[in-house]
């Protein structure tokens, strides 16, 4: 190809305008075929030579940086299978101590319970009593206050009986008999 640019180039300046043919179509010249065969071979080999290592280093890096990734992820699983185990371990614990908790409960209730129903029974044995003794002083306080009321009103009722019954005759003789009775018994 550089042989053809520089046939052409010449012709130019030479003021001649060559016609340049090959031999085939299709196919470039012998020579450019040997010099970019042998170019193209110098170029991988030097590419095999070089950057094979790199390329296989860099594959071997990205292998054991999955075969990591993947024993991580493996130790990873196993750990959370053990914690899932002891977290399971550890909830059929926590049901048997939610259970006692819950009986214990039950059991504190009751006993609080027929505790409170003792000290309610006595609460109301002393109300009771202390009722009846309130009944006694306000029955005898009322008996009181009604004998009293009783003989306010006789004395009312006997002052006015007499007054509509007893005249002045008699009054008068009854005044007279005390007196002397009084006198007499000096």
Do not use: C
Request: hydrophobic letters at 45%; zero cysteines; aromatic letters at 2%.
């Amino acid at each position: 190809m550089n042989s053809l640019i520089s046939l052409l180039i010449m012709s130019e300046a030479e003021g001649e305008h060559l016609t340049y043919q090959t031999h085939h179509w299709l196919l470039p010249e012998t020579a450019e075929i040997i010099y970019g065969g042998l170019a193209s071979v110098l170029v991988i080999s030097a590419l095999v030579k070089f950057a094979g290592p790199m390329i296989k280093k860099s594959l071997a890096a990205r292998t054991e940086r999955i075969q990591g990734d993947i024993d991580n992820a493996r130790n990873t699983r196993a750990n959370a299978e053990v914690e899932a185990s002891r977290i399971r371990t550890a909830l059929g614990d926590i049901n048997t101590e939610r259970a006692r908790i819950l009986a214990e409960a039950d059991t504190q209730a009751a006993a609080v319970l027929a505790e409170g129903r003792t000290r309610v029974a006595a609460e109301m044995a002393d109300v009771e009593a202390k009722a009846m003794s309130d009944i006694a002083n306000a029955a005898g306080r009322v008996g009181d206050e009604l004998r009293a009321e009783i003989s306010r009103l006789s004395a009312v009722a006997i002052e006015r009986v007499v007054a509509s019954t007893v005249n002045d005759s008699v009054r008068q003789d009854l005044i007279e008999n005390f007196i002397s009775k009084v006198g007499a018994s000096r």
